[in-house]
Each structure stands twice: as C-alpha cells, then as structure tokens.
C-alpha cells in the first residue's frame, strides 16, 4: 500500500493561509487523522491529497506516484490518484437497493457481473449487512446507510480512503460503535485511511498517528498515546485529554526547583536536562492527581462530577485550584476536606512560547 508524502504544502485562498507549509509523510497502511478546531485546514488537507483542491505550492505523492507537483505543472485528476472517499454528507441512490448502490460504481468500472456479484457479497458480510441486500435506503437507519455508504466507497479496493467527518451525523452509541468497525475496517482491507475530525476522543481512539493543526500550521504529528503523554506544546496539551490538563503557573529554578502557588519541589526531568531560571507553565494530567488518605498535601472538594466509572474532582489547594480523576464510583461531599498528592509524570512549558521543553515528575510537592 502506498506511502502519502506532503512537501512544504501551502494553499492559500486570496491572501488567506488555509494550510501553512505543510510537511507530512504518511506510512503505508497506517490510518491517520487530521484533528483541529473548526477551520483550522483539515478538509483543505484531506482534499489536496484527493485531488479535489489544488494547493498554491509544494509537492504531494501518493506512492511511487508524484500526484502533485507546483513547480513542475503536475496535478492529477482525482479518478487517476487511486482513492476512494466517504464524507460527512454521504448520499446513497434513493431509487436503487443496498445492493446496486454498491455495484454501481463497479459496473461503471465494467467489472463483469460475476466478479460484481462476489464482491458485493464480500463487502455486505464485511459490514454487517447482507440482511439489508434488497432494500432501498429509505428502509434502512441512519447507522446502516452509514455502513452501506462505507461499502459503497470499498467496493474498487482504493488503496487510500479519505474520510471527512463520516460519523458526525451519527448519535453517540452508534458512533462509538461505527468507531469499533471502522478500526477493524481498516485492518482488514489493508488499505491507507485518512480521516478527518474534530474530536479528539476519535482521533486518540481510532488512529495510529495523529496530525494537529492549528490555523493551517502543523502542531505534531505523533502516535496519540505519545501525544498525549508528550504533548509538543500548549495547545496540543490542552486538546487532548478530558477533563482538560492543569496549566498552573509556575517559575522554574536553576537549581532545579520548581515553585508554583505556594508550593515548590524539585524536578526530575529527562536525562542531560539542565535547568535554566525561567516562567513556566506546568502541566499535570488531572489522573496524575491523586486523591486518598496516603495524599500528602490538604485541599477542600469545590465540586465533583461522578459518571460512575470515573469521578472529576475540582480541588481548591490554598492558591491552586487544580482538576482530578478518580477511577472508581466515588464522591465526595462539597467543601469536605481531602489530601492528594502528584503522581507521575509533569511537564513543563516554557511560558513565553508554549512550548514543551522537559517531561519529568516532581519530588513530593511542599508548603513553602
Ligand atoms: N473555497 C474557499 N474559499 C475561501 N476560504 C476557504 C475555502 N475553503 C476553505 N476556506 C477557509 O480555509 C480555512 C480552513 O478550512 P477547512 O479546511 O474547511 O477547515 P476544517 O476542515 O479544519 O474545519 C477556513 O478558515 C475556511 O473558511
Ligand atoms: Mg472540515
């Protein structure tokens, strides 16, 4: 299956920057997605790799294949790059069944009916639903269409499916199921999946790597366990995760401590880091929180939102005010009196810029 590779890629529309000197190398087979806010440039991406917009600068090849080339006039035509695409607003035929709705584009191919017949079988057994075989669209819930779209787009074999949104128009349950199969999908067509959402919960859950973008600018592009662990700046910090990261404001020491609120301790980040006096942002994932009677410091319960499996508890610590998650059915009474302590791992952004520059964990935090 062919690798995606994306070089110094820049569409602007007018003077507007959509996507920003993009550089992206897509491994063969993985299944990546393209997260970000509302505008940030996702669709922009998706549809330059199709084919369907062309960007103002830079390269884009699809295998051993240059689909794109600014400087050199070259830009092929969406239908000859070998890919498929399942967007948002997927339309079915109304007037045809499950069953010609997915043969359709194959017959338009000129697969003779045999072959036609095989694979459609092939695909409604993939996806669930040969019971759905002759009916029409109208008969079927928004959760069949949906798959019935998706066997529609599988059906040639692309190597490379594109995705925008698919399951946007879905309810929850049904979305967390479409997740299941569509991650399943994708290890049993061996094909190359790019998917857009904005939702990072999708993104960590379904793909082998992530690429985060702010305003058509590349943030990182990383495995999703180690972009949250290791979140490259701020702003990816503060996307990933829910309930959000603590930022707490803080100044780091040349001697090593870090002091923030009225608390300090040292810090012991990564092999070879030497600290240098400086404002910095700590960053303290809320499970690395620990509430219980072996916690070292004292806080008072602002308030809690138990779902049953996990419980947020918003913690006021003198100056601090710092968010964390309990795994089990607990609660606690507003304004009771707890003690917590840090756990694991802590990660200090240089104030100024935003950026990530050491991972480590702090030394048992005191009163100062
Ligand atoms: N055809 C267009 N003309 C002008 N601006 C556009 C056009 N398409 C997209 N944009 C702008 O480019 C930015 C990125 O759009 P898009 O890629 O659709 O974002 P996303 O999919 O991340 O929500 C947005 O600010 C959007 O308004
Ligand atoms: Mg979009």
Known sequence: ?????????????????????LDLRIESNAFITLLGPSGCGKTTTLRMIAGL???????????????????RGINLPPNKRDVG?????????PHMTV???IAFGLENLKWDKQRIGNRVRELLEMLHIESFEKRYPSELSGGQQQRVAIARTLAPGPKVLFMDEPLSNLDAKLRMDM???????HRDTDSTFVYVTHDQLEAMTLSTRVCIMETGVLQQYAPPLEMYSDPANLFVAGFMGSPTMNFIDGRLHADGTVSFGHLAASFKGPDGFVPEEKDIILGIRPEYIHIGPDGELPATVYSTLPSGMETTVRLEADSLALTAVVFDDVDYPVDSKVLYSFRKAAILFDKASGKNFARGSLDRPHAV
């Not at 917009?53 to 080339?69: H, K, L, N």
């Not at 695409?85 to 035929?93: D, I, K, P």
């Not at 997740?179 to 999908?185: A, F, V, Y």
């Open 179 to 185: 997740r299941t199969e569509l991650k399943r999908l």
């Open 85 to 93: 695409f399942l967007f948002q607003n997927y339309a079915l035929w």
């Open 53 to 71: 917009e062309t960007p103002t600068e830079g390269t884009i090849s699809i295998g051993d294949r240059v689909v794109f080339d600014a400087d």
């Open 1 to 21: 299956m062919p690798e995606i590779i994306l070089k110094n890629v820049t569409k602007k529309f007018g003077k507007f920057v959509a996507v920003d000197h």
């Open 99 to 101: 069953y010609q709705n």
